[in-house]
Antibody, heavy 118, light 110 residues
Framework: QVQLQESGPGLVEPSGTLSLTCAVS?????????WSWVRQPPGKGLEWIGE???????NYNPSLKSRVTMSIDKSKNQFSLNLSSVTAADTAVYYC???????????WGRGTLVAVSS | QSALTQPASVSGSPGQSITISCTGT?????????VSWYQQHPGKAPKLIIY???NRPSGVSDRFSGSKSGNTASLTLSGLQAEDEADYYC??????????FGTGTKVSVL
């Protein structure tokens, strides 16, 4: 059974960089699947942030592309998200998820709340 | 990319059937059979219930079914149960090789 666990600071200052890591257990991160980040502002809907493959290839949401960087660490079986120049609008629960095919976000982490505030 | 359009809320009585629509464009829903649906209970992570427009993952109740016509995908919940009360989101692949979620629908069981 694949499990994903997000970790990182729960509070980030405005204009700073939000950094999160997703640890994958129960399977290799080098499988032929994509690893994704999705966020959900409090009381609002889901927003796809982007995805990364074990080769390092990535795709990002055009609205966030200029501020997003994703990376993958195969030795630690984990992948990461960096979101720069954050504002209060980036306050959200951040989920990591596995995309098993073009339409299957089939495994999700429990989510971690990140607040942007001074 | 704009979020796919879903009704804000849908309600039904136990045992009834309800349908949630998900309207996109020819750049996403209308051009690919890459639509999925997710159920989210309060404080929980989303759960995949439909993929590739109409396929159910193993373990998902057959009371959930999906379909698509043109730029609109639909999720039908048959035999509505109290446990179905949750938020539902559609998702589609886009022509930019990205993904977009729907605005979300709150399902209430009366």
């Amino acid at each position: 059974q694949v499990q994903l666990q997000e970790s990182g600071p729960g509070l980030v200052e405005p204009s700073g960089t939000l950094s999160l890591t997703c640890a994958v257990s129960g399977g290799s991160i080098s499988r032929s699947v994509w690893w994704s980040w999705v966020r959900q502002p409090p009381g609002k809907g889901l927003e796809w942030i982007g995805e990364i493959y074990h080769s390092g290839s990535s795709n990002y949401n055009p609205s966030l592309k200029s501020r997003v960087t994703m990376s993958i660490d195969k030795s630690k079986n984990q992948f990461s998200l960096n979101l720069s120049s954050v504002t209060a609008a980036d306050t959200a629960v951040y989920y990591c998820a596995r995309k098993a095919s073009a339409t299957q976000f089939d495994y999700w982490g429990r989510g971690t709340l990140v607040a942007v505030s001074s | 990319q704009s979020a796919l359009t879903q009704p804000a809320s849908v309600s039904g009585s136990p045992g009834q059937s309800i349908t949630i629509s998900c309207t996109g464009t020819s750049s996403d829903v209308g051009n690919y059979n890459y639509v999925s649906w997710y159920q989210q209970h309060p404080g929980k992570a989303p759960k995949l219930i439909i993929y590739d427009v109409s396929n159910r993952p193993s373990g998902v109740s057959d009371r959930f079914s999906g379909s698509k016509s043109g730029n609109t995908a639909s999720l039908t919940l048959s035999g509505l149960q109290a446990e179905d009360e949750a938020d539902y989101y559609c998702n589609s692949f886009t022509s930019s090789s990205t993904y977009v979620f729907g605005t979300g629908t709150k399902v209430s069981v009366l």
